[in-house]
């Protein structure tokens, strides 16, 4: 008898035991959406700013991974750097990285933009993560030669540092009216499902099931 409820409560024991572990695996699975207001969601509801959309994403193809909404609205790749310990601490598999577009706005020193982007994708690769690197563009105004090496930059880090890039990350919402608001800046909601089926596909290759 006493054999018997020592098996029970063995049993008892590795069934509490299984569904913590498994909660806890998946927890530990994180991608961590680091950006400005673009990726905060500047304008639109919580749950429809690009990070909400690709966690439902990830769910219905059958990924477990937590997305960690790291968007700061006006946020430089300066202060992306004083930011990066906190991320860190999330313990993120993945990375997607968007800033330099509020650097670039501000007319800064393409060199130190290049150099701050550089620092954070090795922080995070040094840490372990896989970085996906988002480009972004200028209008035309701020000057041809300023606006291409703007453009170039995204790549030249990505390169360096053997990391995934996203050309343009709004390709196919930017500049289009009806998925911008008033702004002409931030995505709608129907932008920010367009932006996360671009990005998508660069994305797929660095998921594990």
Known sequence: MRA??????????????APARASAQADDRVIVAFGDSLTAGLGVPADQTYPARLGAR???EGY?????NAGVSGDTTAGGLRRVDWALRLKPEIVILELGVNDALRGQDLASVRANLDQLVARFQAA???????????????G??????????FGEVARARNAPHIPFFLEGV?????????????PTAEGYALVVDHLWPFLVPLLRK
């Open 174 to 186: 930017g500049a289009i009216p009806r998925l911008n608001q008033a702004d002409g800046i931030h």
């Open 144 to 153: 041809t030669p300023y606006a291409e090496a703007f453009q170039r930059l």
């Open 128 to 142: 372990g993560a896989r970085v996906l690197v988002a480009g972004m563009r200028l209008p035309p105004n701020y």
């Open 58 to 60: 990830l769910r219905r």
């Open 64 to 68: 477990e991974y937590k997305v960690v």
């Open 4 to 17: 018997l409820l020592g098996l029970l409560l063995l049993l008892a024991q590795l069934a509490a035991f």
